[in-house]
T-cell receptor, first 114, second 110 residues
Framework: DAGVTQSPTHLIKTRGQHVTLRCSPI?????VSWYQQVLGQGPQFIFQ???????GRGNFPDRFSARQFPNYSSELNVNALLLGDSALYLC?????????????FGPGTRLTVT | GQNIDQPTEMTATEGAIVQINCTYQ??????LFWYQQHAGEAPTFLSY????GLEEKGRFSSFLSRSKGYSYLLLKELQMKDSASYLC???????????FGGGTRLMVKP
């Protein structure tokens, strides 16, 4: 079975631009979470989606938004990019939303804002 | 609020045992996870604790004390491939999010 997939792998954008990152969860997984990982730090939670609804939101500005599609894939959108948005964006999927369930991480999208 | 602390870096010798500590102060608790992350790669799941005590899984063990807000990851018979960052993460009560510590970069030397 394929693991969590993310696209693109790398991306370079200019300040003020908009970016869309994509994630496909493991087949059968209905929960997708997004994390931002700045170099040298641990991942920071951005969003969780379950059954196409937002179930959790971290401490990120409204420039960050996301959605989940009927096939459970997800997109993370970031508007008005800032230099500080440069990071590795990780997507994680899990079978269910709560209870003991391991989150499986994708390889990430490395975003560089110049 | 959520606060998770772990040492920034540790060094150990191949074949030895190393213990990586994690302390947490969180407004909610629904389990503690340990992940391994090699440079440039995604985190991979190592262990999960929700009750006090020790969970053993091969060369890796994880311990939790909820009353002390403390966990550790124990790695035995260290191998060079264990050189990586180790992330401690706490899940909130609603089960919606993981809050990660900054990670401990472990260097295993011959």
């Amino acid at each position: 079975d394929a693991g969590v997939t993310q696209s693109p792998t790398h991306l370079i954008k200019t300040r003020g631009q908009h970016v869309t990152l994509r994630c496909s969860p493991i087949s059968g997984h209905k929960s997708v979470s997004w994390y931002q990982q700045v170099l040298g730090q641990g991942p920071q939670f951005i969003f969780q989606y379950y059954e196409k609804e937002e179930r959790g939101r971290g401490n990120f500005p409204d420039r960050f938004s996301a959605r989940q599609f009927p096939n459970y894939s997800s997109e993370l959108n970031v508007n008005a990019l800032l230099l500080g948005d440069s990071a590795l964006y990780l997507c994680a999927s899990s079978l269910v939303r709560t209870g003991y369930n391991e989150q499986y991480f994708g390889p990430g999208t490395r975003l560089t804002v110049t | 609020g959520q606060n998770i602390d772990q040492p920034t870096e540790m060094t150990a010798t191949e074949g030895a045992i190393v213990q990586i500590n994690c302390t947490y102060q969180t407004s909610g608790f629904n389990g503690l996870f340990w992940y391994q992350q090699h440079a440039g790669e995604a985190p991979t799941f190592l262990s999960y604790n929700v009750l006090d005590g020790l969970e053993e899984k091969g060369r890796f063990s994880s311990f939790l004390s909820r009353s002390k807000g403390y966990s550790y990851l124990l790695l035995k018979e260290l191998q060079m491939k264990d050189s990586a960052s180790y992330l401690c993460a706490v899940r909130d009560n609603a089960g919606n999010m993981l809050t990660f510590g900054g990670g401990t970069r472990l260097m295993v030397k011959p």
